[in-house]
């Protein structure tokens, strides 16, 4: 069984500050572990994926997020917010096999202001 | 790039009818899903498919039906839409031996 438990449904930041978004994953096999991304009105968008390759991984738009396995975390960081990351971000779990389902958390939204 | 659309941006439907969502892919991928999202509650698995006229059940089923007649289509049944099944439903696909699924858009579906 897999889980995914995202802290903080509603993350605010000022322009320019840091972002993080935190995540912890529960799963009986080693994971494979996403970020997708979903601006208003759109589909989701993957940022980035950690496959047991480096445990910093590096995604899309400055963002990258660090694969812990004692803390069982995957978090999510951005060293400078920009108004356009104001959008909803979800981290998802996998099994490593190419055929399982991915599991989602429940979502943070990311609010910018100026 | 991989690209999956969906037949509908929004729908309005009454209770009781059947409601049809299409989802089709152009990567030639194996895999497709149906999602559905609410508010607080993230996405959920509704149905999945790993080849064609194969499907499983995915963690919501009730009250929800699919077909895959065509490696490329996987269409979303409602057979007799209620008002619980109000909400945004999101397709994905992605290829066979990887986990990275491809989203369409969505379709916000509203029953009335």
């Known amino acids: 069984a897999q889980s995914v438990t995202q802290l903080g449904s509603h993350v605010s930041v000022s322009e320019g500050a840091l972002v993080l978004l935190r995540c912890n994953y529960s799963?009986?096999?080693?994971?494979?572990l996403f970020w997708y991304v979903q601006y208003p009105n759109q589909g989701l968008q993957l940022l980035l994926k950690?496959?047991?390759?480096?445990?910093l991984v590096k995604g899309i738009n400055g963002f990258e997020a660090e694969f812990k396995k004692s803390e069982t975390s995957f978090h999510l960081t951005k060293p400078s917010a920009h108004m356009s990351d104001a959008a909803e971000y979800f981290c998802a779990v996998t099994m490593n096999s190419g055929y399982s389902t991915l599991t989602f958390g429940k979502g943070t939204m990311l609010l910018v202001s100026p | 790039d991989v690209k999956v659309t969906q037949s509908s941006r929004y729908l309005v439907k009454r209770t009781g009818e059947k409601v049809f969502l299409e989802c089709v892919q152009d990567?030639?991928?194996?895999?497709m899903f149906w999602y559905r999202q609410d508010p607080g509650l993230g996405l959920r698995l509704i149905y999945f498919s790993y080849d064609v006229k194969m499907k499983e059940k995915g963690d919501i089923p009730e009250g929800y039906s699919v077909s895959r007649e065509k490696k490329e289509r996987f269409s979303l049944i409602l057979e007799s839409a209620s008002t619980n099944q109000t909400s945004m439903y999101l397709c994905a696909s992605s290829s066979l031996g990887t986990d990275t699924q491809y989203f369409g858009p969505g379709t916000r579906l509203t029953v009335l």
């Open positions: 799963s009986s096999v080693p994971p494979y």
């Open positions: 950690y496959t047991s390759a480096a445990t």
């Open positions: 990567m030639d991928h194996e895999n």
